[in-house]
Every structure is written in C-alpha cells, then in structure tokens.
C-alpha cells in the first residue's frame, strides 16, 4: 500500500567486505583504498565505503523476493553524507506511488533511504519497478485509457 513503511536490521560495514567490492568495481580511488591518504590528505580524514557500495547494500537490506516485479530504474540518487568503515546502516523503504502501466503490469515507485548510526541520512534513491497484476481484468479499462494516452503522445511527438 502507498504509505507503507518498512525498517530494515542495521549491518556494519568492514574493511574486508569494502576492499573486496572496490577490487571487484576497479575503484582504486585513494578515498576510499588508500588509509595514509585518506588521512593526511583526504577532506574527510579517513577513508570512505564507496557510494556504489552503500547505495548497494542498503537496498539489499530491503529487498524482497518478489518474483513478479522487475526493476524499471532509479530516480534522484543522493549521496547525502559519507560513510566509512566500520559505520553501521540501515535502511528505511516507502511505497510512494503505484499506477497503471498497461494491461499486464503496473509501475511502483519506491523511496530508500539509507541513515548511518541512528538517524543520520547518508543515501536517498527513488526505484521504479515494474509488477505483474494479481488480476488483471481489475485493470483492464484504465490500463486501456493509458495505453491509448500514451499512443496519442506519441502521435503528437511524429506530426
């Protein structure tokens, strides 16, 4: 239901499990491999988890196991504060919107944010996705008029 609000178990993020992500994505960035730049030099004075890896683990933190929903893409991405090692996170998930796609699926769209220690937000991500009706002869008539909505836009955008 739009509204609905789930809370996820917190996960301390190690050295090992972040070096390891930043071997497997080539980000060798000194911020977030290098202790003795990341110290000396670095703005924030120790190294950082990478943002892939956060933006990462904290949606699997939410993930479920929906087998008739398919990711569409994602949506106003911020890295909002850093994280580092040994930081622990959660993840708060909301169900913004639903709405009628076409005659088999409909779009959701769905907010994670991401807080390190209790209540410091340090990643915001809208996903979009797409799922499979439980029935849909309930949608039949407004998946129609979105259909014929969005063939007549696409009319517009030929002339």
């Keep these: 239901m739009v509204g609905d609000r789930i809370r996820s178990i917190r996960r ?3 050295e090992g499990e972040s070096m390891l992500f ?3 994505v ?4 000194p911020y977030v491999s290098d202790e003795r730049f990341a110290a000396e030099e670095g703005v924030f004075g120790r190294r950082l988890v990478a943002g ?3 933006f990462s683990l904290g949606l699997g933190l939410c993930a479920t196991n929906c087998l008739n929903s398919f990711s569409y893409g994602y949506d106003r991405l911020r890295f909002i504060r850093p994280v580092f090692i040994g930081d622990t996170i959660y993840t708060i998930r909301e169900n913004l919107s639903k709405e009628v796609r076409d005659a088999r699926m409909g779009m959701l769209r769905v907010s994670y944010s ?3 220690g209790e209540g410091e937000l340090a990643l915001y991500a809208e996903h979009l996705l797409t799922a499979l009706y439980r029935n849909p002869a309930a949608f039949a008539e407004e ?7 969005r063939a007549l836009r696409r009319g517009k955008k030929d002339a």
């Excluded at 998946?143 to 909505?149: S, T």
């Design 22 to 24: 930043n071997s497997l």
């Design 143 to 149: 998946a129609a008029a979105a259909e014929a909505a």
């Design 12 to 14: 301390t993020i190690s």
């Design 114 to 116: 991401v807080y390190k």
């Design 26 to 29: 080539m980000d060798h960035h």
């Design 52 to 54: 892939a890896l956060v």
